[in-house]
T-cell receptor, first 110, second 113 residues
């Protein structure tokens, strides 16, 4: 079982719609969870982090964490073509190791 | 403010050689982490250093080593290069170990022939 699993997609949504990206993790004791965006040929850039159960909102982005289900999600509201990228979920586990998922490719169709 | 910087940008080596990659963190950041990213995959964690001490290690062979200097810059060394070491090597810095909001540099593209 992989430490972090994501649906690789591709995920396509029309402009203005909500994009929903999901991630599960295996280490129940993990405490820190991150979402990164990576454009082709570029390095990952941090979008959001979340440590506590529940929702965390930042502009058009909402991260959701459910530790009981070992599930993290990212919602992007009012999706824009510029949001088209690969979204990486990352988890810091109890062994102080960071694990990234393989990423979900998102395309926002104008 | 300057972001994370890495050098060199690109590097070509042959099998069996050794390589050293360099990283300078964001000013004020004391933690540096190294990742390997192969095409189509997410970054794989190699090392984390905080206050010049190793604080985390991923599942990489002993051919991979790193260190952090008093100015918090870091080097990643890879010995006895294999074809499979060809990848984008990313450095990320964070303000402190426990906080761990990491910011990535542009990466070093290593090609092993």
């Amino acid at each position: 079982q992989k430490e972090v699993e994501q649906n690789s997609g591709p995920l396509s949504v029309p402009e203005g719609a909500i994009a929903s990206l999901n991630c599960t993790y295996s280490d129940r004791g993990s405490q820190s969870f991150f979402w990164y965006r990576q454009y082709s040929g570029k390095s990952p850039e941090l979008i959001m982090f979340i440590y506590s159960n529940g929702d965390k909102e930042d502009g058009r982005f909402t991260a959701q964490l459910n530790k009981a289900s070992q599930y993290v999600s990212l919602l992007i509201r009012d999706s824009q073509p510029s949001d088209s990228a690969t979204y990486l979920c990352a988890v810091k586990n109890t062994g102080n190791q960071f694990y990234f998922g393989t990423g979900t490719s998102l395309t926002v169709i104008p | 403010d300057a972001g994370v910087t890495q050098s060199p940008t690109h590097l070509i080596k042959t099998r069996g050689q050794q390589v050293t990659l360099r990283c300078s963190p964001i000013s004020g950041h004391k933690s540096v982490s190294w990742y390997q990213q192969v095409l189509g995959q997410g970054p794989q964690f190699i090392f984390q250093y905080y206050e010049k001490e190793e604080r985390g290690r991923g599942n990489f062979p002993d051919r991979f080593s790193a260190r952090q200097f008093p100015n918090y810059s870091s080097e990643l060394n890879v010995n006895a290069l294999l074809l499979g070491d060809s990848a984008l090597y990313l450095c990320a810095s964070s303000l402190s170990g426990p906080l761990n909001e990491q910011f990535f540099g542009p990466g070093t593209r290593l090609t092993v022939l």
